[in-house]
Protein backbone atom coordinates (compact mmCIF):
# COMPACT_ATOMS: atom_id res chain seq x y z
CA UNK A 1 0.00 0.00 0.00
CA UNK A 2 0.88 3.73 -0.49
CA UNK A 3 2.52 5.04 3.01
CA UNK A 4 0.60 7.71 4.41
CA UNK A 5 2.28 11.39 4.43
CA UNK A 6 4.30 12.34 6.72
CA UNK A 7 2.07 14.95 7.98
CA UNK A 8 1.77 13.37 11.47
CA UNK A 9 -1.21 14.71 12.85
CA UNK A 10 -4.49 16.14 11.59
CA UNK A 11 -3.84 19.67 11.81
CA UNK A 12 -0.95 19.29 9.45
CA UNK A 13 -2.83 17.06 6.95
CA UNK A 14 -5.46 19.89 6.55
CA UNK A 15 -2.78 22.27 5.90
CA UNK A 16 -0.92 20.08 3.56
CA UNK A 17 -4.14 19.24 2.04
CA UNK A 18 -5.65 23.04 1.35
CA UNK A 19 -2.07 24.11 0.47
CA UNK A 20 -1.89 22.13 -2.44
CA UNK A 21 -5.36 22.03 -3.21
CA UNK A 22 -7.16 24.88 -1.94
CA UNK A 23 -10.10 25.17 -4.34
CA UNK A 24 -10.98 21.31 -3.94
CA UNK A 25 -14.65 21.69 -3.06
CA UNK A 26 -14.16 19.37 0.43
CA UNK A 27 -17.83 19.94 1.96
CA UNK A 28 -21.36 19.71 -0.35
CA UNK A 29 -23.92 20.70 1.94
CA UNK A 30 -27.20 21.46 0.29
CA UNK A 31 -26.78 25.18 -0.79
CA UNK A 32 -23.54 25.34 1.81
CA UNK A 33 -20.06 24.01 -0.23
CA UNK A 34 -16.50 24.46 1.05
CA UNK A 35 -13.41 24.18 -0.52
CA UNK A 36 -10.16 22.60 1.47
CA UNK A 37 -9.11 26.70 1.50
CA UNK A 38 -12.13 27.65 3.01
CA UNK A 39 -12.82 24.30 5.67
CA UNK A 40 -9.01 25.49 6.97
CA UNK A 41 -10.01 28.96 7.54
CA UNK A 42 -13.37 27.92 9.12
CA UNK A 43 -11.86 25.14 11.45
CA UNK A 44 -8.83 27.41 12.79
CA UNK A 45 -11.71 30.45 13.34
CA UNK A 46 -13.63 27.93 15.24
CA UNK A 47 -10.48 26.77 17.04
CA UNK A 48 -10.01 30.36 18.55
CA UNK A 49 -12.96 30.75 19.49
CA UNK A 50 -12.85 27.73 21.08
CA UNK A 51 -9.65 28.99 23.08
CA UNK A 52 -11.33 32.20 23.85
CA UNK A 53 -14.04 29.65 25.82
CA UNK A 54 -11.21 28.69 27.69
CA UNK A 55 -10.16 25.43 26.05
CA UNK A 56 -6.93 24.43 26.52
CA UNK A 57 -4.76 21.55 24.88
CA UNK A 58 -5.87 18.11 25.90
CA UNK A 59 -9.67 19.59 26.99
CA UNK A 60 -12.47 17.59 25.64
CA UNK A 61 -15.28 18.98 23.36
CA UNK A 62 -18.61 17.83 22.83
CA UNK A 63 -20.58 17.79 19.74
CA UNK A 64 -24.30 16.74 19.71
CA UNK A 65 -25.93 17.23 16.34
CA UNK A 66 -26.81 15.46 13.29
CA UNK A 67 -24.23 15.08 9.91
CA UNK A 68 -23.80 18.42 8.77
CA UNK A 69 -21.36 21.11 7.12
CA UNK A 70 -20.82 22.58 11.33
CA UNK A 71 -20.64 19.08 12.14
CA UNK A 72 -17.38 19.01 9.95
CA UNK A 73 -16.06 22.72 10.47
CA UNK A 74 -16.34 21.65 14.61
CA UNK A 75 -13.99 18.29 14.72
CA UNK A 76 -11.41 20.34 12.64
CA UNK A 77 -11.86 23.30 14.70
CA UNK A 78 -11.20 21.09 17.42
CA UNK A 79 -8.40 19.24 16.07
CA UNK A 80 -6.72 22.53 15.36
CA UNK A 81 -7.31 23.37 19.23
CA UNK A 82 -5.60 20.45 20.29
CA UNK A 83 -8.73 19.20 21.89
CA UNK A 84 -10.53 16.44 22.15
CA UNK A 85 -13.33 15.50 20.52
CA UNK A 86 -15.71 13.72 22.15
CA UNK A 87 -19.08 13.05 19.75
CA UNK A 88 -22.45 12.31 21.19
CA UNK A 89 -25.40 10.20 19.04
CA UNK A 90 -28.26 12.08 18.47
CA UNK A 91 -29.93 9.03 19.75
CA UNK A 92 -29.03 9.42 22.83
CA UNK A 93 -31.34 11.05 25.85
CA UNK A 94 -30.34 13.21 28.39
CA UNK A 95 -29.17 10.92 30.96
CA UNK A 96 -27.04 9.22 28.35
CA UNK A 97 -25.51 12.23 26.96
CA UNK A 98 -24.59 13.41 30.03
CA UNK A 99 -23.23 10.13 31.71
CA UNK A 100 -20.59 10.69 28.58
CA UNK A 101 -20.23 14.52 29.32
CA UNK A 102 -19.27 13.76 32.91
CA UNK A 103 -17.12 10.88 32.48
CA UNK A 104 -14.75 12.50 29.77
CA UNK A 105 -15.45 15.73 32.03
CA UNK A 106 -15.91 17.98 29.00
CA UNK A 107 -15.34 21.81 28.79
CA UNK A 108 -18.18 22.57 25.81
CA UNK A 109 -20.82 21.62 24.66
CA UNK A 110 -21.44 22.34 20.78
CA UNK A 111 -25.22 21.19 19.83
CA UNK A 112 -28.11 21.19 17.61
CA UNK A 113 -30.60 22.83 18.70
CA UNK A 114 -32.78 19.68 18.28
CA UNK A 115 -32.94 16.82 15.48
CA UNK A 116 -36.43 14.98 14.65
CA UNK A 117 -38.50 17.50 16.84
CA UNK A 118 -36.30 16.84 19.78
CA UNK A 119 -34.32 19.23 21.60
CA UNK A 120 -30.76 18.22 22.55
CA UNK A 121 -30.89 21.34 25.44
CA UNK A 122 -34.56 20.71 26.11
CA UNK A 123 -33.09 16.53 27.53
CA UNK A 124 -30.58 17.82 29.54
CA UNK A 125 -32.42 20.25 31.07
CA UNK A 126 -34.95 17.94 32.00
CA UNK A 127 -31.80 15.23 33.92
CA UNK A 128 -29.89 17.89 35.15
CA UNK A 129 -32.16 21.49 35.54
CA UNK A 130 -32.41 24.71 33.46
CA UNK A 131 -29.03 26.01 33.33
CA UNK A 132 -27.61 29.28 34.29
CA UNK A 133 -27.37 32.41 32.07
CA UNK A 134 -23.94 31.12 31.00
CA UNK A 135 -25.78 27.52 30.19
CA UNK A 136 -23.72 25.81 33.06
CA UNK A 137 -26.12 22.53 34.35
CA UNK A 138 -25.86 22.62 38.29
CA UNK A 139 -25.25 18.51 37.44
CA UNK A 140 -22.48 18.98 34.94
CA UNK A 141 -20.05 20.62 36.60
CA UNK A 142 -17.00 20.78 34.32
CA UNK A 143 -19.18 21.32 31.47
CA UNK A 144 -18.61 25.52 31.43
CA UNK A 145 -20.16 26.19 27.73
CA UNK A 146 -22.59 25.03 25.65
CA UNK A 147 -22.63 26.47 22.06
CA UNK A 148 -25.83 26.04 20.32
CA UNK A 149 -25.21 25.89 16.88
CA UNK A 150 -28.44 28.52 16.37
CA UNK A 151 -25.83 31.03 18.26
CA UNK A 152 -22.42 29.77 15.89
CA UNK A 153 -21.79 33.36 14.18
CA UNK A 154 -21.67 34.58 18.02
CA UNK A 155 -19.46 32.31 18.89
CA UNK A 156 -17.45 32.52 15.91
CA UNK A 157 -17.26 36.09 16.75
CA UNK A 158 -15.16 35.75 20.37
CA UNK A 159 -12.88 34.45 17.93
CA UNK A 160 -11.23 37.79 17.47
CA UNK A 161 -9.83 37.42 21.33
CA UNK A 162 -7.34 35.38 20.04
CA UNK A 163 -4.49 36.25 17.75
CA UNK A 164 -3.90 34.15 14.62
CA UNK A 165 -0.36 33.37 15.35
CA UNK A 166 -0.96 31.75 18.96
CA UNK A 167 -3.61 30.02 17.51
CA UNK A 168 -1.45 28.81 14.31
CA UNK A 169 1.43 27.84 16.81
CA UNK A 170 -1.17 25.61 18.94
CA UNK A 171 -2.38 23.51 15.76
CA UNK A 172 0.95 23.07 14.94
CA UNK A 173 2.44 21.98 17.97
CA UNK A 174 0.18 19.17 18.62
CA UNK A 175 2.09 15.95 18.12
CA UNK A 176 1.04 12.41 16.46
CA UNK A 177 0.68 10.98 19.95
CA UNK A 178 -1.95 13.31 20.98
CA UNK A 179 -5.55 12.05 21.91
CA UNK A 180 -7.79 13.10 19.40
CA UNK A 181 -11.03 11.27 19.97
CA UNK A 182 -12.72 9.59 22.90
CA UNK A 183 -15.30 7.28 21.21
CA UNK A 184 -18.47 6.46 23.73
CA UNK A 185 -19.05 2.64 23.69
CA UNK A 186 -20.79 0.35 26.29
CA UNK A 187 -19.82 -2.75 27.77
CA UNK A 188 -20.65 -5.96 29.97
CA UNK A 189 -20.17 -3.29 33.23
CA UNK A 190 -23.17 -1.13 31.80
CA UNK A 191 -21.09 1.97 31.90
CA UNK A 192 -20.01 3.69 28.66
CA UNK A 193 -16.60 3.59 28.24
CA UNK A 194 -14.56 6.05 25.86
CA UNK A 195 -12.26 5.01 23.07
CA UNK A 196 -9.03 6.95 23.36
CA UNK A 197 -7.56 7.33 20.22
CA UNK A 198 -4.76 9.82 18.63
CA UNK A 199 -3.87 11.58 15.61
CA UNK A 200 -1.10 8.81 14.17
CA UNK A 201 -3.48 6.08 14.54
CA UNK A 202 -6.47 7.66 12.70
CA UNK A 203 -3.91 9.39 9.94
CA UNK A 204 -2.74 5.71 9.28
CA UNK A 205 -5.90 3.47 9.74
CA UNK A 206 -8.33 5.58 7.24
CA UNK A 207 -5.75 6.40 4.88
CA UNK A 208 -5.22 2.85 4.41
CA UNK A 209 -9.14 2.14 4.53
CA UNK A 210 -9.57 4.77 1.52
CA UNK A 211 -7.36 3.00 0.01
CA UNK A 212 -8.69 -0.48 -0.30
CA UNK A 213 -12.31 1.31 -1.04
CA UNK A 214 -10.38 3.61 -3.83
CA UNK A 215 -11.75 6.48 -2.57
CA UNK A 216 -9.98 9.31 -3.90
CA UNK A 217 -9.94 13.15 -5.66
CA UNK A 218 -13.53 13.57 -7.84
CA UNK A 219 -15.23 10.96 -5.41
CA UNK A 220 -18.27 12.38 -4.10
CA UNK A 221 -19.35 10.30 -0.77
CA UNK A 222 -22.36 10.49 1.07
CA UNK A 223 -21.82 9.98 4.56
CA UNK A 224 -24.78 8.02 5.93
CA UNK A 225 -23.11 6.64 9.09
CA UNK A 226 -23.67 9.12 12.01
CA UNK A 227 -20.40 11.74 12.57
CA UNK A 228 -20.83 10.41 15.84
CA UNK A 229 -19.97 7.02 14.97
CA UNK A 230 -16.43 5.80 14.64
CA UNK A 231 -17.02 5.24 11.04
CA UNK A 232 -19.21 8.46 10.15
CA UNK A 233 -16.59 10.51 11.49
CA UNK A 234 -13.38 8.38 10.59
CA UNK A 235 -13.91 6.15 7.61
CA UNK A 236 -16.54 9.28 6.40
CA UNK A 237 -15.67 13.33 7.36
CA UNK A 238 -11.73 12.18 7.91
CA UNK A 239 -11.46 9.99 4.88
CA UNK A 240 -12.37 12.27 2.78
CA UNK A 241 -10.23 14.91 3.84
CA UNK A 242 -7.18 12.78 3.61
CA UNK A 243 -7.88 11.37 0.21
CA UNK A 244 -9.68 15.16 -1.30
CA UNK A 245 -12.49 13.73 -1.88
CA UNK A 246 -15.79 15.35 -1.35
CA UNK A 247 -18.52 15.05 1.88
CA UNK A 248 -21.79 14.77 1.45
CA UNK A 249 -23.52 14.79 4.81
CA UNK A 250 -26.97 13.24 4.85
CA UNK A 251 -28.04 13.57 8.40
CA UNK A 252 -31.49 10.80 8.26
CA UNK A 253 -31.15 8.48 5.35
CA UNK A 254 -34.53 8.03 3.04
CA UNK A 255 -34.09 5.96 0.60
CA UNK A 256 -36.53 8.36 -2.10
CA UNK A 257 -34.07 11.05 -0.90
CA UNK A 258 -31.09 9.73 -1.81
CA UNK A 259 -32.07 8.39 -4.75
CA UNK A 260 -32.41 11.36 -6.07
CA UNK A 261 -28.80 12.66 -4.37
CA UNK A 262 -27.41 10.32 -6.22
CA UNK A 263 -28.27 11.61 -9.39
CA UNK A 264 -28.08 15.38 -8.46
CA UNK A 265 -24.80 15.13 -6.92
CA UNK A 266 -23.13 12.40 -9.23
CA UNK A 267 -21.95 10.28 -6.04
CA UNK A 268 -19.99 7.69 -6.42
CA UNK A 269 -19.29 5.59 -3.14
CA UNK A 270 -22.09 4.73 -0.72
CA UNK A 271 -21.08 2.61 2.86
CA UNK A 272 -23.85 1.05 5.07
CA UNK A 273 -25.48 -2.09 6.33
CA UNK A 274 -26.55 -4.81 4.09
CA UNK A 275 -30.38 -3.60 4.60
CA UNK A 276 -29.89 -0.16 3.43
CA UNK A 277 -28.74 -1.64 0.21
CA UNK A 278 -32.03 -3.88 0.26
CA UNK A 279 -34.02 -1.08 0.72
CA UNK A 280 -32.27 0.98 -2.18
CA UNK A 281 -32.85 -1.92 -4.44
CA UNK A 282 -36.23 -3.29 -3.89
CA UNK A 283 -37.79 0.40 -4.75
CA UNK A 284 -39.74 -0.23 -7.76
CA UNK A 285 -38.30 3.48 -9.29
CA UNK A 286 -34.21 2.16 -8.66
CA UNK A 287 -33.95 0.55 -12.54
CA UNK A 288 -35.46 3.80 -14.05
CA UNK A 289 -32.92 6.07 -12.12
CA UNK A 290 -29.40 7.04 -13.36
CA UNK A 291 -27.10 5.54 -10.86
CA UNK A 292 -24.17 5.03 -13.31
CA UNK A 293 -21.88 7.35 -10.69
CA UNK A 294 -21.85 5.03 -7.90
CA UNK A 295 -18.98 2.77 -8.40
CA UNK A 296 -18.13 1.36 -4.69
CA UNK A 297 -20.50 -0.35 -1.90
CA UNK A 298 -19.30 -0.86 1.26
CA UNK A 299 -20.69 -2.80 3.70
CA UNK A 300 -19.59 -3.79 7.24
CA UNK A 301 -21.39 -6.57 8.54
CA UNK A 302 -20.59 -9.94 9.74
CA UNK A 303 -22.25 -11.89 6.76
CA UNK A 304 -23.95 -10.24 3.32
CA UNK A 305 -26.32 -12.75 1.18
CA UNK A 306 -24.91 -14.04 -1.76
CA UNK A 307 -27.66 -12.93 -3.80
CA UNK A 308 -27.36 -9.07 -2.34
CA UNK A 309 -23.41 -9.34 -2.88
CA UNK A 310 -24.14 -10.11 -6.88
CA UNK A 311 -27.25 -7.46 -7.44
CA UNK A 312 -24.66 -4.66 -5.35
CA UNK A 313 -21.98 -5.64 -7.97
CA UNK A 314 -24.29 -5.36 -10.76
CA UNK A 315 -25.19 -1.94 -9.95
CA UNK A 316 -22.70 -0.56 -8.49
CA UNK A 317 -19.49 -2.52 -9.60
CA UNK A 318 -17.09 -3.21 -6.60
CA UNK A 319 -18.77 -4.51 -2.98
CA UNK A 320 -16.29 -4.06 0.12
CA UNK A 321 -16.90 -6.00 2.89
CA UNK A 322 -14.90 -4.78 6.24
CA UNK A 323 -14.06 -5.75 9.77
CA UNK A 324 -13.40 -3.21 12.41
CA UNK A 325 -14.12 -1.72 16.01
CA UNK A 326 -13.83 0.86 17.88
CA UNK A 327 -10.79 -0.55 20.17
CA UNK A 328 -9.09 -1.47 17.05
CA UNK A 329 -10.00 1.10 14.54
CA UNK A 330 -9.31 -0.98 11.25
CA UNK A 331 -8.71 -4.55 11.37
CA UNK A 332 -9.30 -6.37 8.36
CA UNK A 333 -11.40 -5.98 4.38
CA UNK A 334 -11.92 -7.57 1.33
CA UNK A 335 -10.06 -6.49 -1.63
CA UNK A 336 -11.26 -5.72 -5.23
CA UNK A 337 -11.01 -8.99 -6.82
CA UNK A 338 -12.36 -10.76 -3.81
CA UNK A 339 -15.37 -13.20 -5.66
CA UNK A 340 -18.74 -12.31 -4.11
CA UNK A 341 -18.80 -15.52 -1.85
CA UNK A 342 -15.32 -14.24 -0.24
CA UNK A 343 -17.32 -11.09 0.17
CA UNK A 344 -20.52 -12.37 1.79
CA UNK A 345 -19.52 -14.17 3.92
CA UNK A 346 -15.82 -12.94 5.28
CA UNK A 347 -14.56 -9.39 6.41
CA UNK A 348 -11.40 -10.69 4.27
CA UNK A 349 -7.69 -10.09 5.17
CA UNK A 350 -5.91 -8.25 8.16
CA UNK A 351 -4.49 -4.62 6.67
CA UNK A 352 -0.67 -3.80 7.05
CA UNK A 353 0.49 -3.43 10.44
CA UNK A 354 -2.55 -5.45 11.72
CA UNK A 355 -1.86 -8.91 12.87
CA UNK A 356 -5.15 -10.89 14.18
CA UNK A 357 -5.15 -14.31 15.52
CA UNK A 358 -7.98 -16.81 16.61
CA UNK A 359 -7.76 -18.33 20.03
CA UNK A 360 -9.27 -21.05 22.15
CA UNK A 361 -10.50 -20.05 25.69
CA UNK A 362 -6.50 -21.12 27.24
CA UNK A 363 -5.50 -18.69 24.37
CA UNK A 364 -4.07 -21.03 22.69
CA UNK A 365 -4.12 -20.54 18.72
CA UNK A 366 -6.71 -22.39 16.69
CA UNK A 367 -6.49 -24.51 13.19
CA UNK A 368 -8.01 -22.67 10.22
CA UNK A 369 -11.62 -22.97 9.93
CA UNK A 370 -12.14 -23.58 13.80
CA UNK A 371 -13.72 -21.08 16.06
CA UNK A 372 -12.22 -18.90 18.39
CA UNK A 373 -12.32 -15.05 20.09
CA UNK A 374 -10.77 -13.04 17.85
CA UNK A 375 -7.55 -11.03 19.34
CA UNK A 376 -6.07 -8.16 17.42
CA UNK A 377 -2.05 -6.48 17.54
CA UNK A 378 -0.78 -3.47 15.80
CA UNK A 379 -1.05 0.36 15.44
CA UNK A 380 -4.47 0.60 15.66
CA UNK A 381 -5.01 -1.03 18.66
CA UNK A 382 -6.84 2.09 21.35
CA UNK A 383 -4.36 4.01 23.46
CA UNK A 384 -6.53 2.78 26.26
CA UNK A 385 -10.25 3.52 27.96
CA UNK A 386 -10.83 7.12 29.07
CA UNK A 387 -9.80 6.98 32.93
CA UNK A 388 -10.36 3.08 33.66
CA UNK A 389 -6.81 1.66 33.60
CA UNK A 390 -8.56 -1.14 35.06
CA UNK A 391 -10.69 -1.78 32.40
CA UNK A 392 -8.26 -1.15 29.70
CA UNK A 393 -5.84 -3.99 31.10
CA UNK A 394 -8.88 -6.34 30.99
CA UNK A 395 -8.81 -5.37 27.29
CA UNK A 396 -4.74 -4.98 26.10
CA UNK A 397 -2.83 -8.39 27.52
CA UNK A 398 0.41 -7.29 28.29
CA UNK A 399 1.58 -8.59 24.83
CA UNK A 400 -0.16 -6.11 23.31
CA UNK A 401 -3.42 -8.10 22.26
CA UNK A 402 -6.96 -6.74 22.29
CA UNK A 403 -9.41 -8.97 22.99
CA UNK A 404 -12.45 -8.22 20.80
CA UNK A 405 -14.95 -10.58 22.31
CA UNK A 406 -15.93 -11.55 19.05
CA UNK A 407 -15.73 -14.89 17.88
CA UNK A 408 -14.31 -15.72 14.36
CA UNK A 409 -12.68 -18.23 12.03
CA UNK A 410 -10.06 -17.66 9.98
CA UNK A 411 -9.75 -19.51 6.30
CA UNK A 412 -6.70 -20.78 4.56
CA UNK A 413 -6.46 -17.87 2.86
CA UNK A 414 -6.14 -15.66 6.01
CA UNK A 415 -9.77 -14.65 5.34
CA UNK A 416 -11.33 -13.45 8.21
CA UNK A 417 -15.25 -14.29 8.98
CA UNK A 418 -17.01 -12.84 12.23
CA UNK A 419 -19.23 -15.63 13.48
CA UNK A 420 -20.36 -14.71 17.10
CA UNK A 421 -20.34 -12.70 19.77
CA UNK A 422 -18.21 -13.61 22.83
CA UNK A 423 -19.71 -10.42 24.74
CA UNK A 424 -23.22 -10.13 25.74
CA UNK A 425 -24.29 -7.83 23.22
CA UNK A 426 -26.92 -7.78 20.11
CA UNK A 427 -26.95 -6.21 17.19
CA UNK A 428 -30.07 -3.57 16.43
CA UNK A 429 -30.07 -2.40 12.91
CA UNK A 430 -26.11 -2.07 12.71
CA UNK A 431 -25.63 -0.56 16.33
CA UNK A 432 -24.75 -2.34 19.09
CA UNK A 433 -27.47 -3.01 22.31
CA UNK A 434 -25.55 -3.96 25.17
CA UNK A 435 -28.10 -6.01 27.77
CA UNK A 436 -26.08 -4.49 30.69
CA UNK A 437 -26.45 -0.99 29.89
CA UNK A 438 -30.60 -1.65 28.98
CA UNK A 439 -30.52 -3.34 32.45
CA UNK A 440 -29.68 -0.89 34.20
CA UNK A 441 -31.22 1.91 32.24
CA UNK A 442 -34.39 0.08 33.39
CA UNK A 443 -34.01 -0.35 36.85
CA UNK A 444 -34.44 3.48 37.12
CA UNK A 445 -38.13 2.91 36.65
CA UNK A 446 -39.82 3.02 39.88
CA UNK A 447 -41.75 -0.42 39.25
CA UNK A 448 -39.23 -2.51 38.44
CA UNK A 449 -36.55 -4.44 40.77
CA UNK A 450 -34.81 -6.69 38.56
CA UNK A 451 -33.90 -6.85 34.67
CA UNK A 452 -32.15 -9.16 32.26
CA UNK A 453 -32.01 -8.51 28.00
CA UNK A 454 -31.46 -10.66 25.60
CA UNK A 455 -31.00 -9.94 22.07
CA UNK A 456 -33.91 -12.00 19.55
CA UNK A 457 -33.99 -12.27 15.96
CA UNK A 458 -36.05 -9.71 14.24
CA UNK A 459 -36.96 -9.96 10.31
CA UNK A 460 -36.29 -6.37 9.72
CA UNK A 461 -33.55 -5.27 12.31
CA UNK A 462 -31.45 -8.34 12.45
CA UNK A 463 -31.98 -8.80 16.18
CA UNK A 464 -34.26 -6.66 18.94
CA UNK A 465 -34.20 -6.57 23.00
CA UNK A 466 -36.84 -8.71 25.19
CA UNK A 467 -36.47 -7.51 28.73
CA UNK A 468 -37.38 -9.74 31.56
CA UNK A 469 -38.14 -8.06 34.62
CA UNK A 470 -39.43 -8.82 38.68
CA UNK A 471 -41.30 -6.20 40.06
CA UNK A 472 -39.86 -3.77 42.84
CA UNK A 473 -41.63 -5.06 46.98
CA UNK A 474 -44.77 -4.07 46.23
CA UNK A 475 -45.11 -2.80 42.69
CA UNK A 476 -47.15 -4.11 39.83
CA UNK A 477 -45.45 -3.57 36.31
CA UNK A 478 -47.75 -2.73 33.15
CA UNK A 479 -45.24 -4.29 30.23
CA UNK A 480 -46.69 -1.38 27.86
CA UNK A 481 -46.47 1.03 30.02
CA UNK A 482 -42.10 -0.25 30.98
CA UNK A 483 -42.01 -0.06 27.21
CA UNK A 484 -43.28 3.40 26.58
CA UNK A 485 -41.30 4.49 29.28
CA UNK A 486 -38.10 3.04 27.65
CA UNK A 487 -38.70 4.98 24.71
CA UNK A 488 -38.42 8.16 26.60
CA UNK A 489 -35.29 7.19 28.54
CA UNK A 490 -33.17 5.47 25.88
CA UNK A 491 -32.32 5.24 22.27
CA UNK A 492 -34.35 3.65 20.65
CA UNK A 493 -32.24 0.89 19.36
CA UNK A 494 -31.89 0.01 23.12
CA UNK A 495 -35.70 0.10 24.07
CA UNK A 496 -36.89 -3.36 24.49
CA UNK A 497 -39.60 -4.32 21.91
CA UNK A 498 -41.10 -6.45 24.31
CA UNK A 499 -41.38 -6.63 28.23
CA UNK A 500 -41.82 -9.90 30.19
CA UNK A 501 -43.02 -9.77 33.77
CA UNK A 502 -41.57 -12.84 35.70
CA UNK A 503 -41.67 -13.28 39.92
CA UNK A 504 -37.99 -14.57 39.71
CA UNK A 505 -35.11 -14.55 36.88
CA UNK A 506 -33.60 -17.67 36.12
CA UNK A 507 -29.75 -18.49 37.72
CA UNK A 508 -27.20 -20.61 36.98
CA UNK A 509 -25.01 -22.80 39.64
CA UNK A 510 -22.85 -19.48 39.88
CA UNK A 511 -26.18 -17.57 40.95
CA UNK A 512 -25.97 -15.12 37.48
CA UNK A 513 -28.69 -14.66 35.60
CA UNK A 514 -29.38 -18.03 33.39
CA UNK A 515 -29.60 -15.97 29.90
CA UNK A 516 -29.96 -19.66 28.18
CA UNK A 517 -33.12 -20.36 29.28
CA UNK A 518 -34.74 -17.00 28.61
CA UNK A 519 -34.26 -17.35 25.32
CA UNK A 520 -35.73 -21.00 25.62
CA UNK A 521 -38.87 -18.87 26.87
CA UNK A 522 -38.67 -16.95 23.84
CA UNK A 523 -39.14 -20.32 21.49
CA UNK A 524 -41.41 -21.94 24.15
Same mark, same amino acid.
Given at each position: ?????????????????????????????????????????????????????????????????????????????????????????????????????????????????????????????????????????????????????????????????? =????????????????????????????????????????????????????????????????????????????????????????????????????????????????????????????????????????????????????????????????????????????????????????????????????????????????????????? =?????????????????????????????????????????????????????????????????????????????????????????????????????????????????????????????????????????????????
Amino acid at each position: MEPVPEWGTIPRMLRAQAAGHPDTEIVADGDTRLTLAELAAAASEAARALAAAGVEPGDRVAVWAPNGWQWVVTAFGVWDAGAVLVPLSTRFKGLEAGTVLTSTGAKVLVAADGFGGVSFLDLLASEYGQPAGNRQYSGLPELQHVVPLSGWNCFLATAAGV =GRAAAERRALAVRPGDLAEILATSGTTGAPKGVMIDHGQLLRGYWDWAEVVTLGPGDRYPIVAPFSHGFGVNAGLLACVLRRATIVPIAAFDPEAALELVQRERLSLLAGPPTLFGRLLERPDFAACDTSSLRVAIVGAASVPTELVHRMRERFGRVINAYGLIEGTVVSMTRAGDPPETVASTAGRPMPGVEVRVVDDRGAGVAAGERGEVLIRGY =GVMRGYWRAPELTAEAVDTDGWLHTGDIGVLDSSGNLAIVDRKKDLFIVGGFNAYPAEIESLLRRHPAVGQAAVIGVPDAALGEVGWAYVVPAPGATVDPDEVVAWARGAMSNYKVPRTVVVLDVLPVNANGKVDKPALRQLVTS
